[in-house]
């Protein structure tokens, strides 16, 4: 439903304007949001999901997980409130706002590399960024299950002209069940073979989906396009059968790289690697200066910031785009 921007009404305490629409699909839209006054607790430039309040449960539900979480990693898109509105139409919008990513997805960064795929010096930096929030996350008992590039945003580091990724879009995600079978949900293309086979997401399934995703930031092409299939049906044939094997990894990826995928990749996810014991791969090695040069400053205004900041109604989402 469109929204009547100049007559849209805050019901709550924080005033803001909607703007450009940024994205929207089955769980919102997004907008660019800014400040009509400026406050202290608040970015003059925000992005803002929203949906019409009796279809917003999506919505709620990632507020819960993101009060769990409270703005305390630098690798999860940071957010800053809830606010309801209610434009001239009468129906009443629920809205969140969150940390404005400037440099997109990270889907829209591997498709401009036109099936190249990213420098591994990019990759293996980024990689370390994701899964750091990836651990993070399951250490706080919780399962994102829909890891993909288009729910990695690239979020700008103030004077530096280069981005920190990072993971939004918890509207799919669940507490840990220790294995028990439940409905499945997330992206074909990166559900884990024990999803599609037996109908479990744990924290493996999301390290199955960071190492597609990290496939694809190497070598430009999702995971499974060299596959042949006419349908979702037939992808799901192809990633749940024991005898298959993931497409092979082209040749200019170093050895790190490919041990790295190898141990993200695992069909059987008792033998899978950890997010805790991926972040010790020589893959990933010889960051840590340049990381942490990049998000101490990040990190500290986050620290100082939780002290003073409530975080019980408020949290950031990005919609499917």
């Known amino acids: 439903m469109e929204i009547n921007l100049e007559q849209e009404s805050s019901n709550d305490g924080v005033l803001w304007r909607r703007g450009n629409l940024l994205g929207e699909g089955g769980y919102g839209s997004v907008h660019s949001a800014t400040l009509k006054k400026p406050n202290s607790l608040y970015p003059s430039l925000m992005a803002v999901k929203s949906a019409e309040l009796p279809e917003s449960a999506s919505l709620q539900k990632e507020t819960e997980i993101y009060n769990t979480f409270q703005n305390n990693c630098p690798y999860i898109l940071q957010f800053y409130g809830e606010e309801t509105t209610t434009p001239t139409s009468g129906f009443v919008f629920y809205n969140l706002l969150l940390e404005y990513a400037s440099g997109g997805t990270l889907d829209r960064v591997i498709k401009e590399s036109d099936g190249r795929g990213l420098p591994e010096l990019d990759v293996r930096r980024y990689a370390r960024c994701i899964l750091k929030g990836i651990d993070y996350i399951h250490r706080h008992g919780y399962v994102h299950c829909d890891l993909k590039p288009e729910n990695i945003l690239l979020v700008g580091i103030e004077n530096r002209g ?9 509207g799919v995600s669940k507490k840990r069940n220790l294995g028990e079978s439940c409905s499945i949900f997330g992206t074909t293309m990166y559900l884990s073979p024990e999803a599609v086979v037996d109908g479990v997401q744990e924290c493996e399934s999301d390290i199955w989906a960071f190492g597609c995703i990290v496939f694809e930031m190497l070598t ?14 037939e992808l799901m044939v192809e990633i749940g059968d024991d005898e298959s094997e993931i497409p092979e990894i082209p040749c200019q990826v170093s ?21 805790e014991m991926l972040l010790s791969h020589p893959f990933l ?9 990049e998000i101490k400053d990040t990190e500290e205004e986050l620290a100082v910031s939780s002290k003073f900041k409530d975080f019980s109604q408020v ?7």
């Not at 090695?285 to 040069?293: C, E, P, R, T």
């Not at 949290?315 to 785009?321: G, Q, R, T, Y």
């Open 162 to 170: 280069d981005f920190v990724p990072k993971i939004a879009d918890f």
């Open 220 to 233: 430009g092409k999702k995971i499974w396009d060299s596959y042949m299939y006419a349908n979702s049906e």
């Open 255 to 275: 050895e790190d790289g490919k041990d790295f995928l190898r141990a993200c990749l695992v069909k059987q996810p008792e033998f899978r690697s950890t997010a």
């Open 285 to 293: 090695s010889g960051f840590d200066d340049i990381i942490s040069s």
């Open 315 to 321: 949290f950031p989402i990005l919609c499917k785009l």
